[in-house]
Every structure is written in C-alpha cells, then in structure tokens.
C-alpha cells in the first residue's frame, strides 16, 4: 500500500542527461532519507558491535587475504543482523538490517540543531563542547521528534504506520540514503563540532606531517622467497625528522631505498646489503634479484613520524564507528540492474588499461527475492546494487564492499559464509582491503577455484578493491577504498587523483600521505557537507 509522506524529496538522475563530467552523474541513482515518522517507526540507531580484538591482527590481515575476507565477511554479518523496530507497523515482526537503521544527514541536523540551541547563549559564542551526556539525550529524544510536529496527530501515525505492510514497505521505510553512519560514527561527528568548524576554508593541509614529539620505533622483519630476477617491495614507511631509516638484508639480493618515490634501478638514495636513509619523509624499500634464487630476511628499523592524528576531529572516529555508502536503483518503469563480469579473466583484461572501467556486459530484473528491494511511501520501488561498509575496527579500517550479482556464488562470492545462505544478502560479491599494500605473497590469497584466479588477477603490489556499481568513471576500477579516502578533509576529488598518476600512483591506490584530517571521512568536506551543515547551524543560531 503507498502511504503519503510529506516532504518526500527524491533526487534521480536518468539516463540520456546529456554528457556528464566524470564522476558526476550515475545512471538511475537515488537518494531519500529515513523521514523524522520512519525514525520513530524504526527507533534508536542500532550500535555496531565491533571485533574489539581485530586491531590486535591488523599486521594478520594485511598478509593474508583469506583472513581478511574471513573477517570481512563476519563484518558483514555484523552490518546485516536483523533489527526489530521500535514500534510494530502493519507487517508482522518488522526489522531492518543493522546498517539500514544507522543516522543520515537529516538526523544528525535534527540532533545537531537541538544540542546546539541547548547550549546557553554564552555557551554557543564560545562553542561550547556537546558532552557525552548531551549526546546520550539527543539519541533518546531523535525518535520522539515527531511528537513535536503537530501536523502529525496519533491518528495520523497510526494510519502511516499500518500501511507498512509488506516486506518491501518494511525495508522502504529505513530510506535509501546514500551515506548512513552508525551512533558511534555520528556522535563523533556532532562532539568534534568545534575541530570541524576550525578547518573550514583552511589551506590543504600537507601531505606529510611530524609531530613535535618522536613517534615510535617501528621494527619490521620480511622473510621472503626471492627468485633469481624478482623483486619484492615495503613501504612507504614515514620517517620523522632527524631520523632515518635502516634497512639490512640476510640472505639473497640487494636492497634499494629511496625517499619520498620509489625506487628504480636508475634512481635510488642507496643500495647494497646494508642502506640508511635519512627523514623526514615517506621512504621505499626493495630488494631485487641478483641472479641468485633463494630466501632472504629483510630487517627493517625507523622511528615513525607523528602528526596529529584527525586534526579536524576531536581526535580518530571510536572503534563502534562504521559508516556505509549505498547505491540504490529504480525498480520499475523498465530500469533494470546493470550485469558486471568480476570474473579473473575480464579483470585481468579491465585492469591492463590505462584507465580501468567497469563496464555492464547486460542487465537483469531482479525481483525482491533475489535482491535488497525497498518500497517508499509513495510507492516508488528501489534496489540495492552496491554497499560500501567502512569501521574503524582497524586504525585505518576495514574496507568491505559488497555489489548485487546474478551470478552470486562465483569469484567474489565463492567464499560467503553459510550463515548469510538463507539471507538476501546470498546475491551479493563481496572485496575488502585493510592496507594499502598487498601484503600476501600468494596471488591466489590462499584460495580455490573461481575465487582465487579473481584475486590472482588483481594482485599487483598496491592493494586493489572495487564496487562496479559505486567505482565509475574512468581510472575508478583501478582504485581502492583505503586509496582514495586516505584524502578525506582534503579538498580533493574523486577525479583529482584518478586524473593524475604522478601525484597518486596506481589510480591513487599508492599511500602518499600520513596525514588524515577527517580519519578518512570525505563527508565532513564532501557529499554530505557535513561541515558546512554545522556551519550554518553555528552560524544561524549564535547570538550577535
């Protein structure tokens, strides 16, 4: 049944919109926020459960990809758990995915707009913090907001909320945002207002950073099976000023160091068995074949620089934060869902170009049954094709992108724990990076069959992990999470890094910095705006 919203804003791009910028316009892409009545359906955004424990295997994770994905997957899990809502509609035992319960922009302005008012005028001059207790009470308040609209009598509600009665309904009413944050993601958010605001129309910040205090003294040790003519590689690895970097090999090979690029036979700052580089600055380690095969032990020893972690943050996102970014497609009218081949021998050929692409080999018609389907209240119908889930489970998170597929348990889908078979989420591939360098030495990352000549396919030195539904554009399925959103709160695009291969090697999947403003976050500067949304907040309701 469609039921009425009020101030239902939908925004659609179709095909045939004329020749867009690249990046700039996806086919059939929408976006409707969870409504002020559907939180108070829904309830509380449900906490993401964090793996405490996984910052204990990050090094773990970067050197086995079956242990990365493992873990993706029970991420995944996580994400998708069944939440029952609030308030019962008409369906019986309404739930929505983890995920599909987190806040959009629309609830972190509501909540940002009354904590802020809260303060006392004096308080707001000054930018008074919003306290851990403030926080708890805007979360408890969110889902009663539409108490205080008196548009919205009890009858009213109760005639919305008994018109939820289909599983397509239950689902349309968690929204089809494109970026929802988990209560830990956005109350970080709203609590770092004050760091926020102070780096709006700031100059980019650098690249490379130190702190005025040493960081710590990093030691890595690299075994590595070396053949007569190969090459193995590490780094970048940032070195504090005053400092350097060492490196000794055991074994075969000779080693090659190089500040702030890697190095080449032609040009490097050292080679030999034993090398010293001085900071401050990224420096690359390679050892290379001499025409001797055999094992080698690389010892690799340097005092880290320390920037500021999150400087335009009250310090790095909590480990509970977990941010998705969905694409949603119309679901009628003759849109169909776009047929990508993520098979090895079609990403071996995609990935040889200059400027990799996805590109559709068909389309399909999915019905709900096969694919996460949401109704709106105006009856509009839509589909998942893509989700992005990012947590802050690791220091630089743990990137999980998951795409629709007609072909679900083949290459990127082989691996899909049983526990999600009885799932919708069974017609969804799944890739994930936690690093920027592919840190396993097997191209198949220990996997069989259609899986493992996938990864095999993509595995070259930096880490590589695309969504053919929300990577468009020229160059983006060359890229990787981790790679690009290492520049969130700088300023730059999407079509900046992928334009320019000397500054970010590798369609940007090369770490080039170790100084992260946001934590990786673009919605504080970009899409969502964020910023600008505390901004104009602050602004507004600052006493003159």
């Known amino acids: 049944m469609a039921r009425a919203r009020a101030g239902l804003v939908v925004t ?81 035992s309404p739930h929505l995915p983890r995920w599909h319960t987190w806040y959009g922009k629309d609830d972190l302005t509501r909540m940002f707009d009354r904590g802020f008012r809260s303060l006392a005028p004096a308080e707001r001059t000054a930018r008074a913090p919003l306290t851990e207790a403030m926080l708890d009470e805007l979360e408890a308040w969110n889902p009663t907001a539409l108490d205080e609209l008196p548009t919205w009598t009890p009858e009213r509600f109760a005639a919305y909320a008994a018109a939820v009665d289909t599983a397509p309904e239950v689902v349309g009413v968690g929204g089809i945002d494109r970026v929802m944050y988990s209560p830990g993601a956005a109350r970080h958010v709203l609590a770092s207002y004050r760091e926020i605001l102070a780096c709006l129309g700031q100059p980019r910040p650098p690249a490379i950073a130190d702190g005025a205090t040493p960081g710590p003294r990093r030691v890595a040790r690299e075994a590595v099976a070396l053949a007569a003519c190969g090459r193995a590689a590490w780094g970048p690895y940032y070195v504090g000023a005053g400092e350097s970097l060492t490196a000794q090999v055991d074994g075969v090979g000779t080693l090659r160091l190089r500040r702030d690029a890697p190095p080449t036979a032609d040009d490097h700052d050292c080679a030999g068995t034993a090398c010293a580089v001085a900071g401050p600055g990224p420096v690359w380690v390679e050892l290379v074949g001499d025409g001797e095969a055999g094992a080698a032990r690389v010892t690799i ?79 509009n119908r839509y589909r998942l094709a893509g989700l992005h889930l990012m947590t802050k489970e690791l220091d630089h998170w743990l990137w999980v992108t998951l795409w629709w597929s007609p072909s679900p348990d083949d290459d990127f889908g082989a691996d899909r724990p049983a526990a999600l078979a009885d799932t ?10 936690t690093s920027f360098a592919e840190g396993d030495r097997d191209p198949r990352g220990g996997q069989p069959g259609s899986l493992g000549d996938a990864l095999a396919a993509v595995h070259d030195g930096p880490s590589w992990c695309s969504n053919p539904f929300l990577e468009v554009g020229a160059g983006n399925a060359g890229s990787s999470c981790v790679g690009c959103h290492q520049h969130g709160g700088t300023g730059l695009r999407s079509e900046e890094i992928l334009s320019d291969p000397s500054a970010f090697p590798a369609h940007g999947r090369v770490q080039v910095r170790n100084n992260f403003p946001t934590d990786y976050a673009f919605a504080i500067d970009s899409g969502d705006q964020l910023g600008r949304m505390l901004a104009d907040e602050v602004e507004y309701w600052t006493p003159r």
């Open 301 to 379: 020893e340097y005092q880290e620089a320390d920037p500021a972690w999150a400087a335009c943050l009250a310090g790095p996102y909590p480990l509970d934060a977990a941010v998705v970014k969905a694409d949603w497609r119309r679901a009628e009218l003759g849109f169909t869902v776009p047929r990508f081949d993520t098979s090895a021998a079609s990403l071996a050929a995609m990935t040889a170009s200059p400027a990799p692409q996805w590109t559709a080999i068909g389309d399909d018609d999915p019905g709900a049954d096969r694919i996460y389907t949401a109704v709106l209240p105006n009856g």
């Open 12 to 92: 659609l791009a179709l095909a045939g919109c004329g020749e867009p910028p690249p990046l700039a316009c996806e086919d059939e892409v929408a976006t409707a926020a969870l409504t002020v009545a559907d939180r108070k359906l829904v309830g509380r955004a449900s906490p993401y459960p964090a793996d405490g424990l996984l910052r204990g295997r990050d090094d773990e994770l970067a050197r086995s990809q079956a242990a990365r994905r493992a873990a993706a997957w029970a991420a995944v899990e996580r994400a998708v758990a069944p939440v029952p809502f609030a308030l019962a509609p008409g369906a019986p």
């Open 424 to 433: 919708i989420w069974r017609n969804y591939k799944m890739c994930v990076v």
